[in-house]
């Protein structure tokens, strides 16, 4: 990390929307001190419809902000956004940029020999870095996709009972064949894990967030950090930004549903 070692590491979260808001919500509750900004691109959302040169320019786009404002590290807190462009912004750009990766080397392990299913966008199924992880994990077979394409949007838009609505569609396929372990392959779906759990009580939940949270920490050293976590957000999209952020704060607080 550059410059003066006290000094707080200013850490970049990036997604299309709320979704990165689930990882965010992981990281602010570590007891490091690390400057968080969060840029949600609300505006062209959603990424995981678009073509991939598409996401990877938009991405591109939100990374050049996050630089401006002088950021150690990029976090694209979005499987989409990871799927299409972490490689090449890898190269690109001069600070540490983190991905996402869909939790289906621990849900292949918590199942031996069991199919499991994964609930991505477009982008991300069909995208080369999930068709290499499964032929790294031998896993060809054993992964079913479900196509969840309108759900990320739902979420943005706070619809937590249309989320329902189209949720108990997608999860028909591992009801009727018996496939229990899911992975949430989308930050967004994060947040719909009550509703997943209501409409399909004996499946067992696998998403990437602890993962990549205590990758970012190991690699940028934030254990030598003690302290307290800050956050700034910021949003493309500038109809009605008091809702926007008053629904973003929600998010990180409660969560989706409404609290009883
Ligand atoms: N949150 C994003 C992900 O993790 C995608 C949502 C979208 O389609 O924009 O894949």
Redesign the pocket.
């Known amino acids: 990390m550059n410059g003066n070692q006290n000094r707080v590491p200013k850490i970049g979260v990036m997604?299309?929307?709320?979704?990165?808001l689930s990882v965010l919500k992981e990281l602010l509750e570590l007891p490091y001190s690390a400057d968080f900004l969060y840029y949600g691109d609300l505006a062209h959302?959603?990424?995981?419809?678009?073509k991939t040169f598409e996401v990877l320019e938009l991405t591109r786009n939100v990374c050049n902000f996050l630089l401006k404002e002088e950021v150690d590290a990029i976090l694209l807190?979005?499987?989409?956004?990871?799927?299409a462009s972490a490689s090449k912004l890898r190269e690109e750009l001069s600070v540490p940029v983190f991905g996402?990766e869909p939790a289906i080397k621990p849900a292949l392990l918590a199942h031996p020999g069991e199919k499991i299913a994964l609930l991505?966008?477009s982008?991300?199924h069909r995208e080369e870095k999930l068709q290499e992880l499964k032929s790294e994990l031998d896993a060809s077979e054993r992964v079913v996709h479900l196509n969840c394409d309108g759900l990320?949007?739902l979420v943005?838009a706070g619809k937590s009972q249309e989320a329902k609505l189209l949720l108990k569609n997608i999860l028909e396929i591992p009801k009727q064949q018996g496939i229990k372990a899911l992975v949430l392959?989308?930050?967004?779906?994060v947040f719909l894990k009550n509703e997943i759990k209501e409409l399909y009580p004996e499946a067992i939940l696998h998403d990437g967030n602890q993962g990549t949270v205590r990758h970012l920490v190991r690699s940028l050293h934030l254990e030598e950090k003690p302290g307290h976590p800050t956050h700034t957000l910021y949003f493309s999209s500038e109809t009605n930004g008091e809702k926007t952020a008053s629904f973003a704060h929600k998010l990180l607080t409660f969560g989706f549903a409404e609290p009883t």
């Open positions: 997604d299309s929307g709320m979704g990165g959302a959603p990424y995981g419809e678009k807190a979005c499987n989409t956004a990871t799927s996402m991505a966008t982008v991300t990320a949007s943005d392959g989308c930050t967004h779906y």
